[in-house]
């Protein structure tokens, strides 16, 4: 299954380990860290120009998502259908 993280970007499910809010990256320490650190390794994806509402985690990137954390869990969350 695939999940569209807005703008062009989709990734497969199956690479998919975190959905946060991006509140998140200031409300702690450890997190305000792993997100500097992904940004110095150039592993971060910041998604269109629109203002970022959600930080999606994947085994090999960090996403900044123009899409709300909810809406993003319910795609996420999603059956297949045909």
């Known amino acids: 299954m695939f999940i569209h ?3 062009e970007k989709i990734i497969q499910s199956s690479e998919l380990i975190a959905i946060f809010d991006v509140s998140v990256e200031a409300s702690s320490k450890i997190s305000k860290q792993f997100v500097t650190n992904a940004q110095k390794t150039k592993n971060m994806v910041v998604i269109g120009e629109e203002e970022t509402k959600s930080v999606v985690v994947t085994k090999t990137k960090v996403y900044y998502s ?3 954390s909810t809406t993003l869990k319910k795609r996420a969350n999603q059956p297949l259908s045909f």
Do not use: N, R, T
Request: charged fraction near 0%; charge should be neutral.
């Open 5 to 7: 993280l807005g703008g």
């Open 66 to 68: 123009p899409i709300s």
